[in-house]
């Protein structure tokens, strides 16, 4: 596979609706290896700066903000791999130029996530706190 026809398939995955399926996995489970390679694909399809602001829009940068979020499992194993995963794909979704639009949306997104999460000291009376 060439890289243009490996770039072209994560362009046509995002245009396809693939993130909302790779959301709707990451919401549903709780096995760690489903867990780990569907933020894998998220950060291979965040590698492409063109798919940015589709991911964001299609519910993808809510799901990784959740894993980085959520308490481990008692049993905590594979939760490394999957906070590794979440620090890659905020990493490839930083990289490159944000248009002001990508910007707004990854903001908005950002904050409505910290504000449902019930970790103490992200809410309080409706405002995030650090």
Do not use: W
């Amino acid at each position: 596979m060439s890289l243009g026809s490996a770039q072209e398939t994560k362009t046509m995955m995002v245009a396809e609706q693939a993130v909302p399926a790779i959301v709707t996995l990451l919401r549903g489970s709780s096995d760690v290896n489903t867990l780990q390679f569907c933020l894998l694909a998220l950060c291979n399809l965040l590698t492409l700066e063109e798919n940015h602001l589709p991911v964001l829009q299609q519910g993808g940068l809510k799901a990784i903000i959740s894993q980085a979020m959520a308490e481990p499992e008692p049993e905590g194993q594979g939760q490394e791999g999957i906070k590794e995963s979440c620090a890659l794909a905020f990493f490839n979704l930083s990289c490159g130029e944000v248009s002001e639009r990508s910007e707004r949306a990854l903001m908005k997104t950002s904050i409505l996530a910290m504000n449902q999460h019930p970790r103490n000291g992200y809410r309080h009376n409706g405002y995030i706190h650090y």
